[in-house]
């Protein structure tokens, strides 16, 4: 024991290695500066290949007889012990050979290879006597079937229907292609549908995909909402022509005039689309339209012309925002109303003349006006708007829309409290009165409304309401006061006639 001690202590004492002590506390500060200090000067030693010899962990230098003779052996007896280990455990894997490398432990830290050139750690590692022997992560071979597979006709629109990628260019034949469709259509998925649909419209020719559509409803239905979706208006026209559709032919080719801006070539396209094959509603439509046109381009030119000019007050006091071409009846009506409204009804824009020669409804017609006089707070007009005469020469109002209506537009526009009680009154239902005269504070309604239904208890609540000292507060007294005397003076005649 005491022979194995004394060698250790003299091969540590005779090696160029300085051996670190953990047993001597007392010079552990100085060793730890020791070990900093080598490990600062490592570049120079490691420069300095002259200077410097290589030795293994059994104290024998490296690249010598004896060494090399020990690596062997440990070598070969270690994959010796591999392999018998891998047969008593069955393993199907072959044994990895061991690959030689061109790298040494020591090469690779100074930055040389065994051939003496330098190299950098990511050439090192990139380079190509490496080899990663990781099992290769390949594909589910049924990821391979979406783009190899013969998939039948249902298959192929099941895997649509999930969502797979399957390619139908291989389905060459009519029969194939039809038998697609119909599976597509028994699925009942229009995704599906649709997507089978552009694939037959790309492959067939029109007239064959066009007959057989005829005979599939469904399929034909789904390409005409496609093909109207896609404005792809020559194809869709020659489907209908082909089904002998006059009438949405006619419709189809009306709808065209949306992309045309210019209001003379959109005037010009509408007339020659009075002479299609419409139904006989949608024929009025098509000329009430194209009449229509005609007069916004007369309007918009005079107007135009007026509002340039500053000679009309109510151009200069409310100047257009927008142009009237191409606007709705409606609109038209309004714009008339609000501009137009005191001219003759000879005149192009005259409310009047566009009430007869469109046939407006009476209620759609005193909507429109009311609107328009009632923004200009032009009230005699609104008045005028639903005072009627009758044989006898008695004036009467009333309202096509009901005055409750009447009130609401007027109330939106910013009316006086004097105009809104005038038509308040007019609204026959009692509750209805009273709800709208309460909510726009017409208090004059309120109090003549309870003092008909003799209500005196609601006039003493609704008194509390109103300001003190207003004339509302005043009428309330008066009238409670008048009821006391009247009931007084009814029970005195009792007395006096007993």
């Known amino acids: 024991m005491n022979k194995v001690k004394v060698d250790e202590e003299e091969y540590w004492n005779s090696s160029k290695c300085k051996a670190f002590t953990f047993d001597d506390e007392d010079d552990e500060l100085l060793q730890l500066k020791e070990s900093k200090r080598t ?14 010899e290589k030795f293994s962990w059994s104290g024998e230098p490296v690249g010598s007889i004896s060494w090399s003779i020990k690596e062997t052996a440990s070598s070969s007896s270690s994959s010796s012990a591999s392999e018998g280990r891998d047969q008593q455990k069955g393993s199907s894997y072959a044994a990895i ?17 065994k051939h003496g ?7 090192a590692l990139t380079d190509t006597g490496f080899k990663n022997y990781a099992p290769e992560l390949r594909r589910p071979k049924a990821d391979y079937k979406d783009y190899n597979s013969d998939w039948s006709p249902n298959d192929t629109v099941r895997r649509l229907q999930r969502g797979k990628v399957c390619s139908l260019e291989r389905f060459h034949s009519l029969q194939d292609k039809l038998l697609l469709l119909d599976e597509a259509v028994a699925l009942h998925d229009g995704n599906v549908i649709t997507a089978i649909l552009i ?16 005979l599939r409803q469904v399929a034909l239905r789904h390409l005409i909402h496609f093909l109207k979706e896609t404005e792809d208006q020559k194809l869709l026209l020659d489907l209908l022509r082909f089904l002998d559709r006059t009438e949405e032919v006619a419709l189809t080719q009306y709808r065209e005039h949306l992309t045309i801006s210019d209001a003379e070539k959109r005037k010009e396209f509408l007339k020659s689309c009075i002479g299609l094959p419409f139904s006989s509603e949608d024929a009025a439509h098509v000329q009430d339209h194209y009449t229509l046109l005609e007069r916004q381009i007369i309007i918009e030119a005079n107007d135009k012309h007026l509002e340039s000019s500053g000679q009309t007050e109510i151009f200069r006091k409310y100047p257009r925002k927008a142009s009237i071409l191409n606007m709705p009846l409606v609109t038209t009506l309004f714009y008339s109303c609000f501009y137009h409204y005191t001219e003759t009804e000879g005149t192009f824009s005259s409310p009047a003349n566009l009430k007869k020669t469109f046939k407006i409804p009476d209620k759609q017609y005193v909507l429109t006006a009311l609107a328009a ?5 032009a009230w005699h007009d609104v008045d005028a708007l639903f005072t009627t005469k009758n044989w006898l020469g008695y004036t009467k109002k009333r309202a096509p829309i009901g005055f409750h209506r009447v009130v609401e537009i007027l109330q939106r526009n910013n009316a006086p409290v004097q105009v809104l009680q005038e038509y308040v009154r007019l609204v026959e239902d009692v509750e209805t009165k009273l709800n709208l005269a309460v909510k726009y504070k017409c208090h004059d309604v ?24 207003s004339p509302a507060e005043e009428k309330i007294d008066v009238i409670l006061s008048n009821a006391v005397r009247k009931n007084t003076l009814y029970f005195m005649h009792l007395l006096k006639h007993r």
């Not at 490990?39 to 410097?52: F, Y």
């Not at 006089?373 to 707070?377: G, H």
């Open 39 to 52: 490990v600062n000067s490592l570049p120079d030693i490691v420069d300095d290949d002259d200077d410097l």
């Open 97 to 113: 050979p061991k690959q030689s490398s061109s790298y040494s432990l020591s090469s690779f830290f100074k930055g040389r290879n």
């Open 117 to 123: 050139s330098f190299q950098s750690l990511s050439d």
């Open 199 to 214: 694939f037959l419209k790309r492959t067939l020719k029109k007239e064959i995909l066009f007959r057989e559509l005829e």
């Open 373 to 377: 006089r009632a923004k200009l707070r």
């Open 446 to 469: 309120v109090i003549d409304t309870y003092k008909d239904l003799k209500d005196r208890q609601q006039l003493m609540a609704y008194r509390c309401k109103v300001e003190r000292g």
